[in-house]
C-alpha cells in the first residue's frame, strides 16, 4: 500500500478528550483514515483502510458518564 499525504490534512480529537492534549488525532483523506499521537505532530502516523478503521472503532467499549 502507498502511504497517503496527510501533512495537509484537518486532523481532530475526539470532543471527550475536552482539553486534555494526551490523546490520538485522526484524519481522512480518500479511503484511508491516518492516525497519530497529538504530542508528537511530526512523528509517525498509522494508515488504515476505512473498513478496518470501522471494525477497530465499532469493538472500542462506550465510557459514559462524560
Do not use: Y
Not at 4 to 11: C, D, F, K, Q
Not at 38 to 52: I, N, Q, T
Amino acid at each position: 500500500m502507498i502511504s497517503p499525504e496527510l501533512s495537509s490534512v484537518a486532523w481532530r480529537k475526539s470532543t471527550r478528550s475536552g482539553s486534555n492534549a494526551d490523546c490520538v488525532e485522526v484524519a481522512e483523506v480518500a479511503r484511508v483514515v491516518g492516525v497519530r499521537d497529538s504530542k508528537d505532530l511530526a512523528g509517525p502516523v498509522l494508515a488504515f483502510d476505512r473498513r478496518s478503521w470501522a471494525a477497530f472503532v465499532a469493538h472500542l467499549p462506550v465510557r459514559s458518564g462524560f
